[in-house]
């Protein structure tokens, strides 16, 4: 199986940054592909990016493209989400998650954690 743990949320204003981090763990990591996704109160579940562990090909939301940039530490066994120029409407509970797809449909993802909140004040 595959565990996942997210950490790295916290409070912030309009125009911070933040580095969310997902943990993973499991012997068959490498084959998957890795998505973060948020859910904000009365919003539905929304793709944000996500990278192929294996070649790092990547995907954002055009919401967030330009701002965000996932990665990952193949040595650490973690990927990560560098958030700039943060607003409001990134306001959520972020999770990661990892699929055998390159996909943004969330219900094609296999593992999820349990996911970290990041608010963004104006």
């Known amino acids: 199986q595959v565990q996942l743990v997210e950490s790295g949320g916290g409070l912030v204003q309009t125009g911070d940054s933040l580095r969310l981090a997902c943990a993973t763990s499991?012997?068959?990591?490498?084959?998957?592909?890795m998505g973060w996704f948020r859910q904000a109160p009365g919003k539905e579940r929304e793709f944000v990016a996500g990278?192929?562990?294996?070649?790092?090909?990547?995907d954002y939301a055009d919401s967030v493209k330009g701002r965000f940039t996932i990665s990952r530490d193949n040595a650490k066994n973690t990927v990560y989400l560098q958030m700039n120029s943060l607003k409001p409407e990134d306001t959520a509970v972020y999770r990661c998650?990892?699929?055998?797809?390159?996909?943004?449909?969330?219900?094609?993802?296999?593992?999820w954690g349990q996911g970290t909140q990041v608010t963004v004040s104006s």
């Open positions: 998650a990892a699929s055998r797809l390159r996909t943004k449909i969330a219900a094609n993802y296999d593992y």
């Open positions: 499991g012997r068959t990591i490498s084959s998957y592909s």
């Open positions: 990278i192929v562990w294996s070649g790092g090909r990547t």
